[in-house]
């Protein structure tokens, strides 16, 4: 069974920017898996940010964008707002139409 | 704007089953694949299976076992099946549309497990 791997927390500054990665144990991730990034805030619906690597919902603020990076998807948050402290997942799409989430990074805004 | 809305019993007993529905509006359920997501502090978020308007299904092969999903067109709705619940299936169970997309989604519904 394929598993999905994230950091678990990152901190970044109010106006800073950071990186989060999304990483598979069968191997590189690529376009063909199609990574997706959520965001989730306590006791609200997840929030689809990202689909297909790098295309953003009409929602998505502009300072959100996905790429890959290396062997890994990557979601780059850049002039950190205090509201987009939440919970991050990526999710990636395997052969069969397994679909697998990633255990989330909790990103911190201090 | 398409909307969902998940219902069901928000406690259900160890050993039984799980049932819970998603109704759609404001769009039409055709032509689209229809998702059960999970989430719990413990184990985050998890996909439980997609349904197409069809009745195509694809589950998580971890629950499969004890999942079965159906839909019903007419009435704009889809539906959730998991049997022989554990303290473990304790979560809000979400419906969206897509398998992905997951543009659209439900508010959500807690669901306990009592033993």
């Known amino acids: 069974q394929a598993v999905v791997t994230q950091e678990a927390s990152l901190t970044v500054s109010p106006g800073g920017t950071v990186t989060l990665t999304c990483g598979s144990n069968?191997?590189?991730?690529?376009?063909?898996?199609?990574p997706y990034w959520f965001q989730k805030k306590p006791g609200q619906a997840p929030r689809t940010l990202i689909y297909?690597?790098?295309n953003r919902h009409s929602w998505t603020p502009a300072r959100f964008s996905g790429s890959l990076l290396g062997d890994k998807a990557a979601l780059t948050l850049s002039g950190a707002q205090p509201e987009d402290e939440a919970d991050y997942y990526c999710?990636?799409?395997?052969?069969?139409?397994?679909?697998?989430f990633g255990g989330g990074t909790k990103l911190t805004v201090l | 704007q398409v909307q969902l809305q998940e219902s069901g019993p928000g406690l259900v007993k160890a050993s039984e089953t799980l049932s819970l529905t998603c109704s759609v509006s404001?769009?039409?359920?055709?032509?689209?694949?229809w998702s059960w997501i999970r989430h719990s502090p413990e184990k985050g978020l998890e996909w439980i299976g997609y349904?197409?308007?069809?009745?195509?299904?694809n589950y998580n092969p971890s629950l499969k076992s004890r999942v079965t999903m159906s839909v019903d067109t007419p009435k704009s709705q889809f539906s959730l099946k998991l049997t022989s619940v554990t303290a473990a299936d304790t979560a809000v169970y979400y419906c969206?549309?897509?398998?992905?997309?997951?543009?659209?989604w439900g508010q959500g519904k807690l669901v306990t497990v009592t033993s």
């Open positions: 349904i197409y308007y069809t009745g195509i299904t």
């Open positions: 999710l990636l799409s395997y052969n069969g139409g397994r679909v697998v």
């Open positions: 404001g769009g039409s359920i055709s032509r689209h694949y």
């Open positions: 969206a549309r897509g398998s992905p997309p997951l543009d659209y």
């Open positions: 297909d690597t790098s």
């Open positions: 069968t191997g590189a991730v690529s376009g063909a898996h199609y």
